[in-house]
T-cell receptor, first 116, second 117 residues
């Protein structure tokens, strides 16, 4: 009954490879997000989708491409992986405007990507 | 440019005492503030939030205080328990554009709380 799930939990790969991370939420939320937590521990927004429409794209290299087949899924595909892509990637979902301003987001467990 | 700052990277308290975690922000467009708790190898878990129209919100052992004029918020945990040991992230929400319902969360760097038995 996991609310926001991600696969895989760990991903080790070589530079130059292409990889995907999958995210699914069963909360019925309209909006999904990808965050990156780098070695400095900052959680930074990468993308957000609202009902399959791209809302936020935070100056992320175009090697990163989110794909939302439906509002319960937001996958992250990364082409030509580089050493600097090593980080923990978190998926999140929310249903903005639920009786208050602002947005409470619910996070998945994270995917630790290591690029060798 | 850090819009949300948690200046204490770590805090250590004794079990049963109060833990106070602080957060400062610079963007006056933030109108909703949240605290998340994160254990190692897990995702952040929503803990408590506060709207900018309030100055206090309480949920059990957790209370968040907001001082808008100082652009400062704090999380109080009392009494602190060993299970509270985790990284606590402060986050602030701002509406994207006008008239919509899409928001962006900006996170602080986190404070590692250690509660000693």
């Amino acid at each position: 009954d996991t609310a926001v799930s991600q696969t895989p939990k760990y991903l080790v790969t070589q530079m130059g490879n292409d990889k995907s991370i999958k995210c699914e939420q069963n909360l019925g939320h309209d909006t999904m997000y990808w965050y990156k937590q780098d070695s400095k521990k900052f959680l930074k927004i990468m993308f957000s989708y609202n009902n399959k429409e791209l809302i936020i794209n935070e100056t992320v290299p175009n090697r990163f491409s989110p794909k939302s087949p439906d509002k319960a899924h937001l996958n992250l595909h990364i082409n030509s992986l580089e050493l600097g892509d090593s980080a923990v990637y978190f998926c999140a979902s929310s249903h903005p405007g639920q009786g208050h301003p602002g947005d409470t987001q619910y996070f998945g467990p994270g995917t630790r990507l290591t690029v060798l | 440019d850090q819009q949300v700052k948690q200046n204490s990277p770590s805090l250590s308290v004794q079990e049963g005492r109060i833990s106070i975690l602080n957060c400062d922000y610079t963007n006056s467009m933030f109108d909703y503030f949240l605290w998340y708790k994160k254990y190692p190898a897990e995702g952040p878990t929503f803990l408590i939030s506060i709207s900018s129209i309030k100055d206090k919100n309480e949920d059990g052992r957790f209370t968040v205080f907001l001082n808008k004029s100082a652009k400062h918020l704090s999380l109080h945990i009392v009494p602190s328990q060993p299970g509270d040991s985790a990284v606590y992230f402060c986050a602030a929400s701002a509406l994207l554009g006008s008239g919509g319902s899409n928001y962006k969360l900006t996170f602080g760097k986190g404070t590692l709380l250690t509660v000693n038995p």
